[in-house]
């Protein structure tokens, strides 16, 4: 049974920082695709940073430059630091991976809310 457990979020003012992060149990973070996606209300989901098992990493042309993904492999944990966050941030911040998104499973997320 895979669990992806968000958390870090909070209410932040624009410009300001937040770390997610999202714990595994279940499966590996090393050896598993790991994906940050945001949902804003009356707004789909959307897939903001993506991690592989390899490192390399990609990043939605929105955040990219302001929001990094990191990975550690010890703690089964990987993280999203966002910096210079703007209004637009705003949204529940999930972690997930392809074949659990496929099978609809999704973790309670972490609420990220950034004041103008």
């Known amino acids: 049974q895979v669990q992806l457990v968000e958390s870090g979020g909070g209410l932040v003012q624009a410009g300001g920082s937040l770390r997610l992060s999202c714990a595994a149990s279940g499966m590996s973070v090393s050896i598993n695709t790991i994906t940050w996606y945001r949902q804003a209300p009356g707004k789909q989901r959307e897939s903001v940073a993506v991690i592989t098992s390899g490192g390399s990493r990609n990043y939605a042309d929105s955040v990219k430059g302001r929001f990094a993904i990191s990975r550690d492999n010890a703690k089964n944990t990987v993280y999203l630091q966002m910096n210079s966050l703007k209004p637009e941030d705003t949204a529940v911040y999930y972690c997930?991976?392809?074949?659990?998104?496929?099978?609809?499973?999704w973790g309670q997320g972490t609420q990220v809310t950034v004041s103008s």
């Open positions: 997930n991976a392809p074949n659990y998104v496929l099978g609809g499973y």
